[in-house]
């Protein structure tokens, strides 16, 4: 049976990034996107966005669903927002 592809699509969100993981020496490995509509985004490229931990952002980028219930996003392009 082949496997069912996650539906994706591209999508602009507001919201903060918020560390998610960490190594263990307390060191942020991880971020998602708290948007304002009330769910949580993993950042797939979070890497890049480590350093803007509790900034507001803009962010444009490809979206992924699963049935659980799991949303991350590819941010593509992004506008650090100064007074939400």
């Known amino acids: 049976m082949?496997?069912?592809?996650?539906?994706?699509s591209n999508?602009?969100?507001?919201?903060?990034?918020?560390?998610?993981?960490?190594?263990?020496?307390?060191?942020?490995?991880?971020?998602?996107?708290?948007?304002?509509?009330?769910?949580?985004?993993l950042i797939e490229n979070g890497d890049k966005f480590i350093d803007l931990v509790q900034k507001c952002i803009e962010a444009s980028g490809q979206i992924k669903r699963d049935r659980k219930s799991s949303r991350s996003i590819t941010i593509k392009r992004f506008n650090i927002i100064d007074n939400p």
């Open 11 to 41: 999508e602009t969100l507001v919201g903060i990034i918020t560390p998610v993981e960490w190594d263990v020496d307390d060191r942020i490995t991880a971020v998602a996107l708290s948007a304002t509509d009330d769910e949580a985004y």
């Open 2 to 8: 082949p496997k069912k592809k996650t539906p994706t």
